[in-house]
């Protein structure tokens, strides 16, 4: 039984960062590509980065590049999602994904598991 399981996030302020684990059980974690996904209420769950199954290739969100960066340690099974220089935008329920189809993908239809997210709130 796969099970991906985000922890991590919590209630900072405006300018703090945070770091968002996944750990991974139950796939061979080093062959998914891996994504964070988030969806604050009343909105449409939005991509924020993807990672290949390597870590050689990286995408992210416009509204998060240079702010948020992911990275994986296959070893460990766990996924990163390091948020820095947060903003009250950012405040969303995140989730980690796992895709065995794809090098790198932003969207969420490609994804093949989900975690159950961890919530993230900034306040101003």
């Known amino acids: 039984q796969v099970q991906l399981v985000e922890s991590g996030g919590g209630l900072v302020q405006t300018g703090d960062s945070l770091r968002l684990d996944c750990a991974a059980s139950?796939?061979?974690?080093?062959?998914?590509?891996m994504g964070w996904f988030r969806q604050a209420p009343q909105n449409e769950r939005e991509f924020v980065a993807t990672?290949?199954?390597?870590?050689?290739?990286?995408l992210y969100a416009d509204s998060v590049k240079g702010r948020f960066t992911i990275s994986r340690d296959n070893a460990k099974n766990t996924l990163y999602l390091q948020m820095n220089s947060l903003k009250p935008e950012d405040t969303a329920v995140y989730y980690c994904?796992?895709?065995?189809?794809?090098?790198?993908?932003?969207?969420?239809?490609?994804?093949?598991?989900w975690g159950q997210g961890t919530q993230v709130t900034v306040s101003s």
């Open positions: 994904a796992a895709d065995s189809k794809y090098v790198a993908t932003w969207k969420w239809e490609n994804y093949d598991y």
């Open positions: 139950g796939l061979t974690f080093g062959s998914y590509a």
């Open positions: 990672i290949s199954w390597d870590g050689g290739t990286t």
